[in-house]
């Protein structure tokens, strides 16, 4: 996870390569949430598509944000099979809070939720979920991030589930809260074994 979050940086990270990622969804969201009954969906930095695709697939209504032009075009030419079910936008998250109680699941999948004054960016993603709505947030086990020699940022400038989970007051009800291994091989070049997950369900 880079220091780097701004639009320049992930354009370029994007144009480097002709596809960044696999195209497969992330595993930890398939596991939790395939057995959840379809609604509205908030795919929190979305890239090329992967999870998006999956769950519009899976008869869910996504609204998909990226920072990044080139991954957003991207991933809408890979779901012309899906395309009245996903909506693709261009935006960020942490400036512009998407609409309150809109969404029966926001997932956060490896996204770099920096601190901002007054928490204003992770009260938005939280407000997003609707009553009885699920918020899933996964990311990178930090000793795993020290492993790839990721020296170039500072942890204590992201908020990491195991925090989110500490901030979700009496109307939440955290159902999963651990460090796991992936579900699938590491990436090449890298030390990523484990995933720390977060899954809560609000009540109201």
Same mark, same amino acid.
């Given at each position: 996870?880079? !220091? #780097?979050?701004?639009?320049? *940086?992930?354009?370029?990270?994007?144009?480097?390569?002709?596809?960044?990622?696999?195209?497969?969804?992330?595993?930890?969201?398939?596991?939790?949430?395939?057995?959840?009954?379809?609604?509205?969906?908030? +795919?929190?930095?979305?890239?090329?598509? /992967?999870?998006?695709?999956?769950?519009?697939?899976?008869?869910?209504?996504?609204?998909?944000?990226?920072?990044?032009?080139?991954?957003?075009?991207?991933?809408?030419?890979?779901?012309?099979?899906?395309? /009245?079910?996903?909506?693709?936008? #261009?935006?960020?998250?942490?400036?512009? &809070?998407?609409?309150?109680?809109? *969404?029966?699941?926001?997932?956060?999948?490896?996204? &770099?939720?920096?601190?901002?004054?007054?928490?204003?960016?992770?009260?938005?993603?939280?407000? @997003?979920?609707?009553?009885?709505?699920?918020?899933?947030?996964?990311?990178? %086990?930090? @000793? %795993?991030?020290?492993?790839?020699?990721? #020296?170039?940022? +500072?942890?204590? %400038?992201?908020?990491?589930?195991?925090?989110?989970?500490?901030?979700? %007051?009496?109307?939440?009800?955290?159902?999963?809260?651990?460090?796991?291994?992936?579900?699938? &091989?590491?990436?090449?070049?890298? #030390?990523?074994?484990?995933?720390?997950?977060?899954?809560?369900?609000?009540? !109201?």
């Amino acid at each position: 996870m880079a !220091r #780097h979050t701004g639009v320049q *940086f992930w354009e370029q990270m994007y144009r480097s390569r002709e596809r960044l990622f696999s195209g497969a969804p992330n595993g930890v969201l398939v596991t939790e949430v395939a057995d959840l009954p379809p609604g509205q969906a908030l +795919d929190v930095g979305c890239g090329e598509g /992967g999870d998006a695709l999956w769950l519009a697939r899976r008869g869910w209504r996504v609204t998909a944000v990226d920072i990044s032009h080139t991954a957003l075009s991207r991933a809408a030419a890979a779901g012309a099979d899906v395309a /009245g079910r996903v909506a693709w936008k #261009h935006g960020d998250l942490t400036a512009t &809070p998407p609409p309150a109680g809109a *969404f029966d699941l926001v997932s956060i999948q490896y996204f &770099p939720l920096e601190r901002r004054s007054g928490r204003t960016a992770l009260r938005g993603l939280l407000d @997003a979920v609707a009553p009885g709505g699920t918020l899933l947030v996964v990311s990178h %086990d930090l @000793a %795993d991030l020290a492993a790839d020699g990721e #020296h170039d940022f +500072d942890p204590d %400038d992201y908020y990491w589930p195991d925090e989110v989970a500490g901030l979700l %007051d009496h109307d939440w009800t955290v159902l999963i809260a651990e460090t796991r291994p992936r579900t699938a &091989p590491a990436p090449a070049g890298t #030390h990523h074994t484990r995933d720390t997950v977060l899954r809560a369900q609000r009540s !109201r």
